[in-house]
């Protein structure tokens, strides 16, 4: 437990002053979400810690030098496997990397992974039901795009095995965009 209360108070600093797109949640609600999911399915506190700093190297100045340093190699490869690499890409690119980097990643690695969309999902449901439409407004992809994304999202993280944390994804996905999950095994 050491390790996932260290996690926390890291990426707290880390993440200081951030907030989630265009709300003024403060942004460490969302790994702390996504560490509390890995914790309730019950993995080990490696796992667990790289939940909490899945973000940092993408979106703060922390690199996987200070990540490894900090807390493990073990820790540090599962937060580079759920970082984009190169934020200069287009949206496209980046995202399509992600699917296809997460359809033959560990299983630790599509853990948090699949933790990480599905807060996001979850989020974006819970603002739908309030905004409707105008949700997908904050996207520069829009609905269509961010569609495409959680659906094809979903057939990667199972292309290995399923498990209950992708099953939730499925669901939030029928429920945000309708109809059945054609990528559903």
Known sequence: MEIIEKALKFASQAHDGQFRKSTRIPYITHPAAVGMMLLKEGCRDEVVAAGLLHDTVEDTWTTLEEISEQFGEDVAVI?????????????????????????????DIRLVACADKLHNLRSIAMDHMEEGEAVWERF??????????????????????DFPLLEELRKEIRKLFGGEDPTAK
């Open 140 to 161: 520069n992809r829009g609905r269509d795009k961010q569609e495409w994304y959680y659906r094809s999202l979903a057939d990667s993280l199972g292309h290995q095995s």
């Open 79 to 107: 937060v580079e496997g759920c970082s984009e690499p190169d934020k200069t890409l287009s949206w496209e690119s980046r995202k399509e990397h992600t699917i296809l980097f997460l359809k033959n990643a560990s299983e």
